[in-house]
């Protein structure tokens, strides 16, 4: 069972470039997540899908768009890469918004 | 701004002692979560407690919530090095997470 797995574990972007990251799930869970991690300043929500065909906005979602393709995949792409993007990633998924939620390993992005 | 927020920011505990960290959060919420991260991975599901419970055990954890203050607390008892890591509240609203506490467990 693998859970929650990212693509790419990895990525090095020159400002401008634009990239996807995926995330997909094999538990067949309803909700899904995006969130950014910096230093110091914990997870912060990029966006949010509560459910197949809906989208949200989280607490941080300037320069970035998401994709529900479908049940398991849930797609954030950055369009033109900033260093201010330059972060960690997570993708989590639930079955439920206040269910226990289940995280991959992360996307390290530097954007230089 | 950030549902959660965790005090304090950073704890360092000799092994075998307890550590307790602190949670406030904004509002109204069904349930409460707890996580662990360790360096560099992505976060674990520790123990989700319901508003209308008051304590939860799980382990060598336990949780409280008071619901009246807005806040949460989470005891780490007889800790063990394997316990350093850091540790973030969530609430129930979009899952929302605060910037965690980190601990340290001396040998």
């Known amino acids: 069972n693998a859970g929650v797995t990212q693509t790419p574990k990895f990525q090095v972007l020159k400002t401008g470039q634009s990239m996807t990251l995926q995330c997909a799930q094999d538990?067949?869970?309803?909700?899904m997540y995006w969130y950014r991690q910096d230093p110091g300043m914990g997870l912060r929500l990029i966006y949010y899908?509560?459910?197949?065909?809906?989208?949200d906005k989280g607490e941080v979602p300037n320069g970035y768009n998401v994709s529900r393709l479908n049940k398991r995949e849930f797609s954030l792409r950055l369009e033109s890469a900033a260093p201010s993007q330059t972060s960690v990633y997570f993708c989590?998924?639930?079955?439920?918004?206040?269910?226990?939620?289940?995280f991959g390993q992360g996307t390290r992005l530097t954007v230089v | 701004s950030q549902q959660g927020e965790e005090d304090p920011q950073a704890l360092s505990i000799q092994e075998g002692e307890n550590a307790t960290m602190n949670c406030s959060y904004k509002?109204?919420?069904?349930?409460l979560q707890w996580y662990r991260q360790n360096s560099g991975r992505g976060l674990v599901h520790l123990i989700l407690?319901?508003?209308?419970?008051r304590e939860k055990h799980s382990g060598r954890l336990r949780v409280t919530l008071d619901t009246s203050k807005k806040s949460s607390s989470l005891l780490i008892t007889a800790s063990r090095a394997a316990d350093t890591a850091s540790y973030f509240c969530?609430?129930?609203?979009?899952?929302?997470f605060g910037a965690g506490t980190t601990v340290t467990v001396r040998a």
């Open positions: 989590a998924s639930s079955d439920r918004l206040d269910t226990e939620a289940f």
């Open positions: 538990m067949n869970h309803n909700s």
């Open positions: 899908s509560a459910s197949e065909g809906t989208t």
């Open positions: 509002t109204s919420i069904n349930n």
């Open positions: 407690i319901r508003s209308n419970e």
């Open positions: 969530a609430t129930d609203y979009k899952l929302s």
